[in-house]
């Protein structure tokens, strides 16, 4: 599939939008403070060395998709708790881009967020991206009963609350295995990211630099 802009995508009706470092770009560094805090807390709840709880929580986002689920696998957590702590960080660098907003207005049809972030921290984002009035809805993590993409259920529960089909479908993700489950229910799979276009999974349609770059072309 040979794809350079939404124009080339006459069948989607539904824009569906994973929402960190895919609505804003990495060099917001939202997520590299939100992991700085997620090692901490799996450092605090091991007793591991820094290094070692860094590598144990990125086992973890692995094996299960997120380090919360791994981390309500094997040891007795509270999820919200845990969610509540590692997303209190800073928003500072990350700034509204009225051009992208622009952008994504523009698409025709429906447009909604699914992350596997929870509703505070999709929210708290979404609004100081000035981007909470551009989605229909939020499928989110409480949602999905704090199971993550990339599993199957997950997707189909989203689908099914939202009625949401998949070849009528496009799926923005900056991480290519969440794509692979979208790519099999029949939607359109875009990877945006600065490693997006040195990717060659088979299951990726598309690959853009950022969702800006993708969107902005006619």
Avoid: C
């Avoid at 824009?15 to 901490?40: C, H, I, Q, R, S």
């Avoid at 144990?56 to 845990?82: C, N, R, V, W």
């Amino acid at each position: 599939m040979t794809v350079t802009s939404p124009a080339a995508l006459p069948h989607v009706s539904t824009w569906l939008f994973d929402l960190d470092n895919t609505l804003y770009p990495p060099e917001a560094e939202v997520m590299a403070l939100v992991e700085g805090k997620m090692t901490a807390f799996v450092m605090r709840q091991t007793g591991l060395a820094r290094q070692e709880a860094f590598e144990l929580q990125k086992k973890y986002l692995y094996e299960h998709g997120t380090t919360l689920a791994g981390l309500m696998a094997y040891h007795s957590i509270d999820p919200y708790a845990f969610m509540n702590e590692v997303h209190d960080v800073s928003l500072d660098n990350l700034l509204p881009d009225h051009d992208l907003n622009a952008a994504i207005t523009a698409l025709e049809g429906r447009k909604l967020v699914f992350t596997n972030g929870d509703e505070n921290h999709a929210y708290r984002i979404l609004d100081k991206l000035e981007m909470t009035h551009l989605f229909e809805d939020v499928f989110h993590l409480g949602h999905a009963d704090l199971i993550p993409k990339p599993n199957l259920a997950t997707f189909h529960r989203m689908m099914q609350k939202h009625a949401v089909t998949g070849p009528e479908t496009a799926f923005f993700e900056d991480s290519p295995k969440n794509l692979r489950p979208a790519h099999d229910l029949g939607m359109t799979t875009i990877l945006v990211g600065p490693h997006a276009e040195a990717n060659t999974d088979a299951f990726i349609h598309v690959r853009a630099p950022s969702l800006k770059a993708f969107l902005s072309q006619n």
